[in-house]
């Protein structure tokens, strides 16, 4: 029996799928009011993929990325060229950060965190970030919420909740299924891991394209955070 890939062998797999397919960031609303927010600076993006949450800060900020991914670090420089931007693009694990403590103003992390399979990586994660912020500074942490609906094979709408904390969600690529491996996190959960790690939190909210007046069931929790001095 062949092994499992690993998840990184998983991203390398699909990032040129990922690339065609989600070409623009799902979360740019939510990107280019940090962009208005935040101005200029300094900005690491944690987990950057092909690069497509970069775009919103392009012409004000000098960027950096980091990801465990060589083929979708290939497709971000791919990514830059054709958006005419420049990112210093890193091999790295979000949990071990290759910079010096406070080098950057501002941060960003969309649909990263989930995919650290230990508490360790997840605690570690927060703590890299909090280590490589300039005090006062802030980030953007995006993922996917416990708590989300989702139809359940013909057994009508569920929630994450009664799969467990972890799961493997499938990704089609050709003929073969691709799993990658996700910790569900629930609002009050991913507050507290901040907290804990040394944050103040500062808003935690769903998506823009959220509808409805509860936030708790949103598909994915977006957190923004700031170091404090």
């Not at 605690?123 to 006062?136: H, I, M, Q, Y």
């Not at 569900?184 to 909210?205: C, D, H, I, N």
Request: charged share 25%.
């Amino acid at each position: 029996m062949r092994p499992m890939p690993t998840l990184r062998e998983v991203y390398d797999k699909i990032a040129p799928a990922r690339y065609n397919l989600r070409h623009w960031s799902r979360f740019r609303p939510e990107l280019e009011a940090m962009a208005a927010k935040w101005q200029r600076g300094r900005l690491l993006n944690l987990g950057c993929g092909h690069g497509a949450d970069f775009l919103p800060f392009k012409d004000a900020f000098e960027l950096y990325g980091v990801d465990f991914s060589s083929t979708m670090l290939e497709l971000s420089r791919k990514y830059a060229g054709k958006f005419d931007f420049t990112a210093n693009l890193v091999q790295a694990d979000v949990s071990r950060l290759p910079f010096s403590s406070e080098s950057f103003d501002w941060a960003i992390s969309i649909a990263t965190y989930h995919h650290l399979e230990s508490q360790e990586a997840r605690e570690g994660a927060f703590t890299e970030l909090r280590r490589v912020l300039k005090p006062g500074g802030e980030a953007l942490i995006t993922v996917w919420n416990r708590w989300q609906p989702w139809w359940g094979g013909g057994r009508g709408m569920n929630t994450f909740w009664f799969r467990g904390k972890e799961g493997a969600v499938p990704w089609q690529a050709g003929n073969e299924t691709l799993y990658r491996y996700y910790y569900f996190f629930s609002y009050p959960e991913l507050e507290k891991l901040a907290r804990q790690t040394g944050f103040r939190v500062l808003k935690s909210f769903p998506e823009r394209s959220y509808r409805f007046p509860v936030k708790f069931f949103s598909r994915n929790i977006c957190l923004l955070v700031k170091k404090a001095f």
